[in-house]
């Protein structure tokens, strides 16, 4: 029978909040009892600086360089436009400014 002939969802066993409450109470045992060992997988814990090793390494360096160059791409291009609204300002004050002179010379 399936869900469209009886009209309700079956689970699997082991799945749901028992088996998601079982995962996580094992998993933080062995954080909790295991120390740092859990937390590194089998190649890389007590391993020797190996090319893999260093690749990995490189990767996040690149990773990290291009989310930082990204921000700082946005943090520049806000810069730019407080600049650009500043310097319009001050036109619109110089603009501003010439009028009311010249309309009081002549009056």
Known sequence: M???????????PGRGREGALRTFLAAAIAIAFGGSSVLAC???FGAEETPLIEGAKLGIVVMLAITFAVQG???AFFFYLRKRARRVAEL????????????????
């Open 2 to 12: 399936n869900r469209a002939t009886t009209g309700r969802i079956t689970r699997a």
């Open 42 to 44: 089998p190649m890389c």
């Open 92 to 107: 619109e004050i110089d603009t501003e400014w010439s009028e009311l002179q010249r309309t009081s010379r002549t009056s």
């Open 73 to 75: 791409g946005f943090v």
